[in-house]
């Protein structure tokens, strides 16, 4: 029902500005218009649109996004883009619905997924278990993007998709999204070079399990505290194990990630004597980071000294 109004609204909304949309778009006088999820999307159709687009960001500064469902509002800004980008499937489970309501002929809907494997949620260790908040987001782990490979495909998706819509300037696309992937290439190098010399592999993190992929790419063994949903609690069961293995193994950090409330993770580094540590899961920004010019590189970046610090690593 909730999606039947919705495409009320937008036959009565919509409608009206697609014919100048269209025309506007066809003539190549006005930028390419994308529409985005999450913060990463946002990023890498900036670096590849360049002055060519614009690009917007649906989800609202400081929101935590697996929770975040549309507005009708947000639906006219979908239908009056040229792209509309989003994560997957298991990212943005209301997607499916969304795109029942807009015009496919003058929209194109990108799936940044494509052509990425997909991990388990929770992945394959017995710290986890899938079934808690798992099936939010249907059985597979939704952050793809915290892999460096994962997002170099991502960029060349969203490449691929502007070089359809837009033609004209394909090879203007092409060519950032190649530059940029160079720049993503290095930093898959350095952390490779960082994370090979380690004290320990293992890291602990007082949140939903989002890290997985990071962790798999690099070799790394990750303990979150509940599952993959962001609106799940730990179990005592699982915390109290996870504070023995933190005391037992004498590890230093325990990590919590952004705009989640660190409650879990200050409760672990009280009962362990650990320190905090930030952890980035590139969701999305808070209104200070997004003003002052943060980026998917940049937050990487950080990303990899803090695990550096926190894995001890020379």
């Known amino acids: 029902m909730k999606y039947l109004r919705w495409c009320v609204v937008l036959l009565f909304l919509i409608l009206p500005l697609g014919a100048c949309t269209q025309k506007e778009q066809a003539s190549g006088k006005g930028k390419v218009q994308i529409v985005t999820t999450l913060f990463p999307l946002y990023d890498f159709a900036r670096v590849v649109g360049g002055d060519r687009v614009e690009v917007s960001l649906i989800i609202p500064p400081g929101v935590e996004p697996h929770s975040f469902e549309p507005k009708p509002e ?13 994560t997957n499937p298991y990212m943005e489970p209301w997607v499916a619905g969304l795109i029942k309501g807009i015009d496919r002929k003058r929209l ?46 991502m960029v060349d998706t969203i490449a691929a998709a502007l070089e359809a819509k837009d033609p004209t300037n394909a090879d203007f696309y092409r060519k950032n999204a190649a530059a940029y992937g160079d720049k993503l290439a290095e930093l898959d190098r350095k ?8 004290g320990t592999r293992r890291f602990f993190h007082g949140g939903h399990y989002a890290f997985g992929y990071l962790a798999d790419r ?13 609106d799940a609690e730990p179990r005592p069961q699982k915390l109290t194990a996870m504070i023995d293995q933190i005391r037992s193994t004498g590890t230093k950090y325990i990590f919590y990630e952004e705009l989640i409330s660190p409650r879990v993770a200050e409760t672990i580094a009280r009962e362990t004597g650990a320190t905090l540590l930030k952890l980035n899961g590139i969701h999305n920004l808070s209104r200070d980071e997004l003003h002052g010019g943060a980026t998917y590189l940049s937050l990487m970046e950080q990303n990899l000294a803090n695990l550096r610090m926190g894995l001890q690593c020379r």
């Open 108 to 153: 194109t809907v990108v799936d940044a997924s494509t052509g990425i494997a997909f991990l388990p949620a929770g992945d394959h260790d017995d710290d986890h278990d899938v079934n808690e908040g798992g099936h939010h987001h249907g059985g597979m782990d939704p952050h793809v993007w915290l892999s460096i490979p994962n997002a170099r495909k």
């Open 218 to 230: 690099y070799g790394l063994q990750y303990v979150s505290a509940y599952a993959i949903s962001a």
């Open 74 to 86: 947000d639906m006219v800004r979908i239908n009056r883009a040229g792209l509309f980008v989003y």
């Open 191 to 198: 952390f490779q070079a960082g994370l090979s010399s380690c």
